[in-house]
C-alpha cells in the first residue's frame, strides 16, 4: 500500500537534490538503457541489492556489521517499520474508494497465506524438523510475510497495481494480532490496545504540533520526532511497530488530513534511506543454513502457487474489476513481506526467527528479480 | 500555545505510561524513544524561548539543562548516554558540512581578515591570561602552593584550555540558523585555525609542564606524539576518507543519503580507533569534498543542511543534559570569573584586530561573539591534565568544567544574536543555488 507508485520504496532526497545541481553524467544512465536494451522493467527493486549487499557485510559475511552494530541499527529498523506502517495507514483510503478491489485483495492475499502456511507447516510437520517456534506459528509467521505485493512496474490505474498497494493491510494487521498473542507481552488484547492507543497518541500530538505555514526547518523537526517517538514507542512496549504506524496513519486519513498531508510529503523524503537501512539489516541478520535454504525453497514454491490461485480466486470474486491471471503481475514482493518477518524476530528473539527471516529474505531477492522481466507499463 | 502544551502532555503521559505498563527496558529498545521526546520536548521548548524573543537553540539546551540528569532526571543517564551516541553521529556531519562550506577559492579572499583576527585575539587572550592567571595562582584552588616554573607552567595550561574555543558548537549555530555571509565565513575559519593553535599549543605546554614537574622524558615523547598525531593523523585521514567520498559523488552519486550516513559512521569509529580528533577529521573530509568537486559539494551542503534540524536539536538537546551543574556550585565563582574575563579579553583581541586594514569592520567587530562557546574537546584537554597530574589536575579540571558550562550555555545564543545583528541568519536560503558543473 502506497500512496507513490512512481517509486516502490522512494527516491533518495540527497540523490534528487545533487542530481537537480549538477546534471548527471551519461554512464549513470548506463543501467536503465541496458535494461530497456534487453526488454526488461527498468524498475530495480532496492531489495535486489541491499539485502544481498547486507548479508556479504553481515556476521555471516564479511563481519563489517558485526552483531552489536546490528543491535545499535535496531532502533533504526523501527522507526523504518513505523514509518512503512504510516505509509499504508495514510494510503487506507483507497479501502472506501474501491471495495471491490480492497475485497479482491484480501481474497488474493488471504489465499497466498492460506497457501504458503499450509505447505510449510506440512513439510516442517513431516520433515520432523526441530524449530524454536511451534511448526504452525513458524508457518503463519512466513504466511505472513509473503502475503504482500508490490507490482512496482504498473502503471497506477492498472487493477492489479491498486490489489498490490491493498494487500498489504492484511500481513500488517495479522502479523499485529499473531505478535500480540505470542509474543512476551502480558495479554493480548491489551497489547492490541496498547499499539492502537500508541498509533493514535501520536497521530493526535501531529495534529496538535502541525500548522499551516509552519517553516520547513521546525516542520521536518516535528515530523523525524512523531516517527522516532512512534517507533520507539512500539518497540518499547515490544509491539508492532508496522502496526502502530498503520494506526497512526490510518488516524491522519481519516481525522487529521492536513496533518497527514504534511507528513506524507515529509515521509517522501524520509523513508528511503530507512528502508534501505532496514533492508541491509534484514540482509546482515540472515543465515544460510541449511533450514533457511529448504524453508526458502518451499517459500518460493507455496508462494508462487499462492499468488497464482489468490489471483484466479480474485478474478472470480470481482469478475471484470482484475483481469484473469493477474495474480503474476503480483510476484514482486515489495518490502512489506520483509518488514512484516523483520518485525516478528524484533518480538520473538533472533532465537526463533533466524531461519523465518533468512528464508523470507532469500525469496523476496528472488520474486524481485523475477519481477525485473515481468511485463510492465501495463494498462487496464 | 495551549495545543503545544497539549500536545507535550501527551508526549510526557504516552512516555509514563509505557514505562508504567512495560517492564524496564535498556539499550536500544529506549534510544528511538529517547530521541522522539526529546527532539518533540526540545522543539517545543525552542517555540517557548522564541515566543520570549531568545534563540531556539538556546531552548534546545535549556530542555538538555532541565530534563537532564542533573535537574530534572526525564532524560535519565542512560537516556543521555544513547542521546551521546548520536551525538557523536551529529557532530561528524556537523563538521563534515562546515568543511563542505570552505572553498579555497572563496576562503583566499578573506584569508588575511582571518590571519589578523585569529592572530591579535588569540595573542592577545594568550598574553593577558597567562598574566592574569599566574599572577592570581595562589588565591586559586588548584595548587596555591605551587611556584616558579611550575607555577608558570601550570597558569600555562590553564590559559591554554580557556582561550579554547568549541568549532562544533559555532558550526552547529551556523547551521541551525543557515546563515550565510562575511560574518559566518570569518567566524568559522578563525575558531578552526584556533582549533589547529590549541592543539598545538597544548602539545608544548604540556611538555614544558612535564619539564617543570620533574615527570620522565618518555612520557613527554608519548603526549607530544599523541597529540602530533592527533593533528596530522586527522588531516591525513580526512582527506582520504574525504576524496573517496568525492570520487563516489562525482562518479557514482547513487545513495547519497546512505553512502553520508556510513562516512560519518566510518569516521566516528575511525577516529576512535585511531585516536585521531574527530571534529578536525570529518572537517578535513568535508574541505576536501569541497575543493575537488565543487558543485556537488554545493548542492550536498543545501541538501544536508536543510534536513539537518533534527541533528542540530539533538547535538544542543544532549549538550544541555551533558552540563555538569555540579561542578558549577562547587567553583562557580571562579568560573563566573574566568568566563567574564574570557569574554572581555575575547572581545579587546577582535576590535584591535579591526584595527588592522585587512579586516573588514562591520561584521568582524562581532566575531568576538562566535567565539565565547566552549564544548568537548576543552573538557578532553583537561581530562589529559586530570590523567596526568592526578592531584592538581582534577582539581583544574572542576574549574575548567565549570567554565564550559557557563560557556556551552552562552556561547550559542551569543553568536546566534551576532548574526541575527549581521543580518546573515537565513542567507543560505536566500542565496541562490549555483549551478555550474
Known amino acids: 500500500m502506497r500512496p507513490d507508485r512512481e517509486a516502490p520504496s522512494g527516491l533518495d532526497p540527497l ?15 548506463w543501467l536503465p538503457r541496458r535494461h530497456h536494451a534487453l526488454g526488461l522493467n527498468p524498475v530495480t527493486a532496492p531489495a535486489v541489492v541491499y539485502v544481498p549487499l547486507g548479508y556479504l557485510a553481515g556476521p555471516a559475511g564479511l563481519g563489517l556489521v558485526s552483531a552489536p552494530a546490528l543491535g545499535y541499527l535496531d532502533p533504526v529498523v523501527s522507526v523504518a517499520l513505523a514509518a512503512l506502517g504510516t505509509l499504508a495507514g495514510l494510503a487506507a483510503g483507497d479501502i472506501l474508494r474501491h471495495p471491490r478491489l480492497a ?11 492460506l497457501l504458503v502456511t499450509g505447505v510449510v507447516a506440512s513439510l516442517l510437520y513431516a520433515w520432523g524438523v526441530a524449530t524454536a517456534l511451534p511448526p504452525l506459528l513458524l508457518a503463519l509467521c512466513l504466511g505472513l510475510g509473503a502475503s504482500p505485493s508490490s ?18 493491510l492484511v500481513p500488517i494487521l495479522g502479523a499485529a494480532g499473531l505478535l500480540a498473542a505470542i509474543g512476551p507481552g502480558p495479554d493480548a488484547w491489551l497489547l492490541l490496545l496498547a499499539t492502537a492507543a500508541i498509533g493514535v497518541s501520536v497521530g493526535i500530538v501531529a495534529a496538535l504540533l502541525l500548522r499551516d505555514g509552519q517553516p520547513p526547518s521546525e516542520r521536518v523537526v516535528v515530523v523525524v520526532g512523531l516517527l522516532l517517538l512512534l517507533g520507539g514507542a512500539a518497540a518499547y512496549a515490544a509491539v508492532s511497530p508496522l502496526a502502530a504506524g498503520f494506526a497512526a496513519g490510518a488516524w491522519w486519513r481519516w481525522r487529521a488530513r492536513d496533518a497527514g498531508q504534511v507528513i506524507l510529503a515529509d515521509l517522501r523524503r524520509l523513508h528511503h534511506p530507512l528502508v534501505v537501512l532496514f533492508l541491509i539489516v534484514a540482509g ?10 529448504w524453508l526458502s525453497a518451499a517459500l518460493v514454491l507455496s508462494r508462487l502457487l499462492g499468488k497464482l490461485a489468490g489471483g484466479w480466486l480474485g478474478s472470480r470474486v470481482a469478475g471484470g474489476v482484475a483481469p484473469a491471471g493477474f495474480g503474476l503481475l503480483l510476484l514482486p514482493p515489495g518490502v512489506f513481506g520483509l518488514a512484516v518477518v523483520l518485525n516478528a524476530q524484533q518480538v520473538l528473539g533472533p532465537g526463533a526467527m533466524t531461519a523465518a527471516l533468512s528464508a523470507t529474505a532469500v525469496s523476496t531477492v528472488v520474486f524481485e528479480v523475477v519481477g525485473v522481466a515481468a511485463p510492465h507499463e501495463g494498462e487496464p | 500555545m495551549t495545543r503545544r502544551l497539549a500536545a507535550l502532555g501527551i508526549v510526557l503521559l504516552l512516555a509514563l505510561a509505557l514505562a508504567r505498563v512495560t517492564a524496564p527496558a535498556a539499550g536500544p529498545r529506549t534510544t528511538a524513544l529517547a530521541l522522539g521526546i526529546a527532539l ?17 537553540l538556546t531552548g534546545y539546551l535549556l530542555f538538555g539543562v532541565v530534563c537532564g540528569p542533573y535537574l530534572l532526571n526525564i532524560i535519565t543517564r542512560p537516556m543521555a548516554r544513547d ?39 588569540i595573542g592577545l587572550m594568550y598574553v593577558a591570561l597567562l598574566a592574569v592567571l599566574w599572577a592570581a595562582w595562589p588565591w586559586l584552588p588548584i595548587d596555591p602552593a605551587a611556584s616558579g616554573l611550575l607555577r608558570f607552567a601550570q597558569a600555562a595550561v590553564l590559559t591554554t584550555i580557556v582561550v579554547s574555543f568549541s568549532p562544533a558548537a559555532t558550526m552547529a549555530v551556523i547551521a541551525e540558523s543557515r546563515a550565510r555571509g562575511p560574518l559566518t565565513e570569518i567566524t568559522l575559519a578563525v575558531v578552526i585555525m584556533a582549533e589547529i593553535v590549541l592543539i598545538v599549543g597544548f602539545t608544548l605546554v604540556v611538555q614544558l609542564l ?30 582520504l576518507l574525504g576524496a573517496l567520498f568525492a570520487l563516489y559523488l562525482h562518479h557514482v552519486g547513487r545513495e547519497v543519503s546512505i553512502v553520508l550516513l556510513f562516512l560519518c559512521v566510518v569516521l566516528t569509529q575511525l577516529s576512535r580507533a585511531l585516536h585521531t580528533e574527530m571534529l578536525l577529521t570529518a572537517l578535513a573530509a568535508g574541505f576536501v569534498v569541497e575543493n575537488l568537486v565543487p558543485p556537488e559539494g554545493d548542492a550536498l551542503k543545501d541538501a544536508v543542511e536543510r534536513g539537518s534540524p533534527p541533528v542540530l536539536v539533538v547535538f544542543f538537546a544532549a549538550a544541555g543534559a551533558s552540563l555538569q551543574i555540579d561542578a558549577l556550585a562547587e567553583v562557580g565563582v571562579l568560573a563566573v570569573a574566568l568566563a567574564g574575563l574570557r569574554m572581555l579579553l575575547l572581545r579587546s583581541g577582535v576590535m584591535l584586530g579591526t584595527r588592522l586594514p585587512s579586516v573588514p569592520d562591520p561584521p568582524g567587530r562581532l566575531v568576538w561573539m562566535g567565539l565565547v562557546s566552549q564544548a568537548g574537546v576543552v573538557l578532553g584537554l583537561a581530562i589529559v591534565v586530570a590523567r596526568q597530574f592526578p592531584g592538581w589536575g582534577l582539581r583544574l579540571q572542576t574549574v575548567v568544567v565549570a567554565l564550559v558550562a557557563i560557556n556551552q550555555f552562552l556561547g550559542p545564543a551569543v553568536f546566534r544574536l551576532a548574526l541575527a545583528r549581521a543580518g546573515e541568519v537565513g542567507g543560505a536560503d536566500r542565496q541562490v543555488p549555483s549551478t555550474s558543473a
Open chain 2, 83 to 121: 542521546l551521546q551516541l548520536i551525538d557523536n553521529l551529529a557532530v561528524a556531519l556537523i563538521a563534515l558540512v562546515a568543511g563542505l562550506e570552505m572553498n579555497l577559492g572563496r576562503l583566499r579572499r578573506s584569508l588575511k581578515a582571518i590571519l589578523a583576527l585569529a592572530g591579535t585575539t
Open chain 1, 151 to 168: 507490482a512496482p512496474a504498473l502503471v497506477v490505474e492498472h487493477p492489479a497495481a491498486k490489489v498490490a498497494d491493498l494487500d498489504d
Open chain 1, 15 to 29: 540523490d534528487i537534490e545533487i542530481e537537480e545541481r549538477v546534471p548527471p553524467a551519461p554512464r549513470r544512465s
Open chain 1, 284 to 293: 546482515a541478520t540472515s543465515v544460510l543454513s541449511t533450514q533457511a535454504l
Open chain 2, 40 to 56: 518533540l520536548a526540545a522543539s517545543l521548548a525552542g517555540d517557548l524561548l522564541e515566543r520570549a524573543r531568545l534563540p531556539r
Open chain 1, 103 to 113: 475485497a479482491v485483495s484480501a481474497v488474493e492475499a488471504g489465499a497466498t497465506l
Open chain 2, 210 to 239: 612535564r619539564h617543570a614537574a620533574g615527570a620522565g622524558p618518555g612520557a613527554d615523547v608519548g603526549v607530544s606524539a599523541l597529540l602530533a598525531w592527533e593533528l596530522i593523523g586527522s588531516l591525513a585521514l580526512g582527506s
